[in-house]
């Protein structure tokens, strides 16, 4: 009797990250394009959320009867508020420094002690070679970061800042594994941006003096927020849907490709300055990453 040989399909948690990862990293870009011309964190943010919640919550509608319960809203607030102050902290350093480096930094982070968190909190398993790539990732910042690669890099004031979202972001991370566990992906994800947008619309009439949120400073980027904002959400459908059929401790590390995308979109579309040793970094981090996530 001959066996036949059976191929295993490819997981498709795994497809769903890394077309999360890689179609969040345009989002990412247009994010810095608008902090280059300087337009406000706190606006920005608005729009995006906003526009976030109508791409995703259409798409709900059409194709999954989507439900959005008051008990979800509720549910997504606490989400939600972590989700603006990261955000919006994240725009204001992406003002100052470039995206292909700070991107690498704020996921390799992120992707450390979310998994370490996720390991501890959430019982989920590790191995050997887990460890090996939070090594392997930590050495791929360090090349990242240094602007030759015998100095030793210097974590200025924006560099600290990122790192003291870490614990913000691990919250809201976990927060949003957990919420999976008994609730539909795709109605969290649009529970979370409507609350999202709600507290920062709040913001902006109580600071519209120092903000300037009016409908002639909403309209002049319009073409590229929607596109932003419909990569954003494309990237929200297919993480969350990942994270409801993954541990978190392998799919957030899938950031690794977003951090390469965003390199080489920003040297190419954003002229940011090329540095190989930052590249190759940017490639260590990922293999770290996929270290972690095996």
Not at 69 to 96: D, E, G, N, R, W
Not at 112 to 132: D, G, R, W
Not at 159 to 171: E, G, H, Q, R
Request: charged share 10%.
């Amino acid at each position: 009797m001959i066996n036949a040989r059976v191929e295993t399909p490819m997981e498709l948690w795994f497809i769903f990250a890394i077309l999360g990862y890689t179609i969040g990293a345009i989002s990412s870009i247009l994010d810095k394009h608008m902090m280059n011309r300087l337009y406000h964190p706190v606006t920005w943010v608005l729009l995006r959320t906003l526009f976030n919640a109508v791409f995703l919550g259409t798409a709900g509608l059409l194709l999954i009867h989507l439900q959005i319960t008051p008990s979800l809203l509720l549910l997504a607030a606490i989400p939600a508020f972590l989700l603006v102050i990261s955000f919006v902290v994240y725009l204001f350093v992406l003002q100052k420094k470039n995206a292909s480096e700070i991107q690498p930094f704020s996921q390799s982070l992120d992707t450390l002690f979310i998994f370490l968190a996720a390991v501890i909190f959430l019982h989920e398993p590790a191995s050997l070679p887990n460890y090996i790539g939070i090594l392997v990732t930590v050495i791929g910042v360090y090349l990242v970061l240094t602007e030759h690669i015998t100095k030793v890099p210097r974590l200025d004031r924006q560099l600290l800042i990122i790192a003291a979202l870490v614990p913000i972001d691990i919250a809201y991370a976990l927060l949003v594994k957990t919420f999976l566990g008994t609730t539909d992906p795709i109605a969290l994800a649009v529970s979370i941006y409507i609350m999202a947008f709600l507290m920062l619309l709040v913001v902006s009439l109580l600071l519209h003096r120092y903000i300037h949120t009016t409908p002639a400073s909403l309209k002049p980027q319009l073409r590229v927020v929607l596109v932003a904002s419909l990569c954003a959400a494309t990237a929200a459908a297919f993480l969350y849907t990942a994270l409801s059929q993954a541990n978190a401790s392998k799919v957030y590390p899938m950031a690794g490709v977003s951090s390469v995308a965003v390199f080489l979109l920003a040297t190419v579309f954003l002229k940011e300055k090329f540095h190989r040793h930052k590249f190759i970094g940017t490639l260590i981090v990922v293999i770290g990453i996929y270290l972690i996530s095996l």
